[in-house]
DNA sequence: TTGATCTGCTTGTCTGACAGTAGGATATTC
DNA sequence: GAATATCCTACTGTCAGACAAGCAGATCAA
């Protein structure tokens, strides 16, 4: 081994702390306490400028910090307001497929995992209402059964009281984030004849066993589900767009 | 239902693209498809701004959108590095720490979710190569059982293996995103008298099953490891920073 | 060869400028 | 008085120019 100094690991390279990332820290901060809520606007660039003692241009880069994260948005005209809790995990998501570092396998698969026991816990801890939320999302299904987009907004919306109903925001937003890359694929199989009755049904099939507290039943059910769409979309995608990096875009 | 427009959904704000978003998206495609490789350096700023033929003020919003989304960065000095692949939902997944929108208990939970059906498909999938990543790694770590640094990187590196023998690139990066912030909590239970022992054995037991592709064995013995763990973690740490939200900080 | 000094170049930062435009205030029209 | 047109202001988006600090390579000295 090589000759060893004393307290190697804290010989890092020194960081100096640009203006942008203070600026950037600084506004992260003040939404991470809710001193700025989602729905706030912000200052005008001047405003941050002078309170902070900076150049705009320092501002501008914090700001497209922020902007990237997710955590405000440049609405049209000028303004900026506080994203609405908005999923930073999407744009990763998101960045793995523009970057060709993820397939639609993959992410498929990732679902599958996280999804069956997501669907096991969620049937322990199930509240009313979160029973309500999903009866209400089976319903809008079956209503909407004939526009590709309710059923879909609704098809959705039952997967998300699911994730939900494990009282884990970060579950919630993960299966978000997955689910928002998954949409345009979803559409897709919408157009197979039968598929939207057989996933309504087997939604039932999933509840009732949520209803019943029944994790491993649940478990099954979800295996079921999520093996017959993913089977429908290989079938209409074909093996090439599975196994490439597809860019799903058009959020929802 | 209100009167309805023909073609309602068509109507969404028109986008106008700003130049520090052209700049960026031509950037990340440019990384996207290879054109700019992990380790290169980006021409300097002046040199972006003509070629582009955009004013420096719009390319520097643009790095520092591909800064904050984990594609460059501001080496000490000056010029710019494209990064090596380095995880973007690391950097959402701490953001969500930092906002207070997530505690340890959702990331511990998470990761169980996670850890459990990632090793059941390591199992089934795993190559030689990823075995011996396995076996090194606990070798390290019984060598290293002495020095809680180099116990806990080999440690990461175990778990990473399974992961990576998914050959499912998103579970990689989502392991390794969880790992990254759970490693300060490691680090407290690592003074628990017998505890790394303990795990040391455990990896044993998971990696046996692994070899033996029993998938089965592999998801039971790393409940048994995820628990205990959890049970050390919140003995240590007791239910107030359990629950609350806590800043693992110091990236490794 | 080693060490010191000088000279550009690059980043980080600030300032000033200007076009386009959104929104409110004001004037105009019926 | 209500609806419509017009004007003004302020803010963002963008550029150009300036300057300090620091690094890298070149040049020079020992």
Aim: proline share 4%; charged share 30%.
């Amino acid at each position: 081994m090589a000759p060893r100094t004393v307290l190697d690991e804290g010989f890092v390279p020194v960081e100096k702390q640009k203006t942008y990332e203070l600026v950037a820290d600084h506004l992260i901060a003040m939404i991470g306490d809710r001193r700025l809520r989602p729905g706030d606007a912000l200052p005008t660039e001047k405003e941050l400028a002078t309170r902070f003692r900076v150049g705009r241009s320092s501002v501008r880069e914090a700001l497209r910090i922020l902007e990237s994260k997710g955590l405000i948005r440049s609405l049209g005209k000028g303004s900026f307001v506080v994203a609405p809790s908005l999923n930073p995990l999407s744009e990763s998501l998101l960045l793995l497929f523009t970057l060709r570092e993820a397939t639609m396998r993959e992410l498929f698969e990732v679902r599958k995992l996280l999804e069956v026991q997501t669907v096991a816990l969620a049937a322990e801890r199930r509240t009313r209402a979160d029973l309500k939320r999903m009866e209400q999302a089976i319903r809008d299904m079956d209503e909407g059964i004939a526009s590709p987009h309710r059923y879909i907004a609704a098809d959705l919306q039952f997967h998300l009281a699911i994730a939900e109903a494990t009282k884990n925001r970060i579950v919630a937003r993960l299966m978000h984030a997955i689910r928002g890359l998954l949409q345009r694929a979803l559409f897709t199989i919408y157009d197979i004849p039968g598929s939207p009755q057989r996933s309504l049904e087997q939604h039932r099939q999933i509840f009732s066993a949520i209803l019943k507290k029944d994790a491993s039943e649940a478990r099954t059910r979800m295996i079921e589900h999520l093996s017959r769409v993913e089977h429908d979309i290989r079938n209409i995608l074909g093996g090439k767009a599975w196994e490439q990096y597809i860019r799903p875009l058009d959020e929802v």
